[in-house]
C-alpha cells in the first residue's frame, strides 16, 4: 500500500511530508500503519465531506493524505477541525513519522 502524506500549518507554520510503502517498511511499522488504516475507515470516507471550507484558526494543521491500495485509491484534504474522528489516529502517526523522517534528513 502507498501512503503519501503531507501536514502544514499549525502555530511554527511547519510542512512535513512522508512518503511510504508499507511492503518496503519494518513489519511492526507496516501491520501498525495498515491497521491504523483500517480502523480509520479511510477508503468509506468522501473527500468533499471532509475538506476544509476555510483556513479557520491559525494554529490548525492541513492534511493532505492519498492511500493507494492496487484497485482501491483515496486522495483527501482536511484539517484538525474537519477529520474525523476515526481518521486523527492515522493522521497523528503520521505526522510523528513525518517529523522522525524530517529530523532524520537534517
Not at 507496516?30 to 475507515?41: A, R, V
Not at 492515522?90 to 537534517?106: C, G, H, V
Amino acid at each position: 500500500m502507498r501512503i503519501n502524506f503531507e501536514c502544514s500549518g499549525g502555530f511554527a507554520n511547519l510542512l512535513l511530508t512522508y512518503c511510504a510503502n508499507t511492503d518496503e517498511l519494518s513489519e511492526e511499522l507496516s501491520q501498525e500503519l495498515l491497521s491504523l488504516i483500517d480502523n480509520s475507515g479511510v477508503f468509506n470516507l468522501i473527500p468533499s465531506q471532509v475538506a476544509p471550507t476555510s483556513h479557520g484558526s491559525p494554529d490548525v494543521f492541513f492534511y493532505q493524505l492519498t492511500v493507494n491500495n492496487g484497485n482501491r485509491s483515496i486522495s483527501l484534504s482536511c484539517n484538525d477541525i474537519t477529520a474525523p474522528p476515526a481518521l486523527r489516529p492515522l493522521l497523528t502517526r503520521l505526522q510523528e513519522l513525518s517529523f522522525d523522517q524530517r529530523m532524520k534528513s537534517n
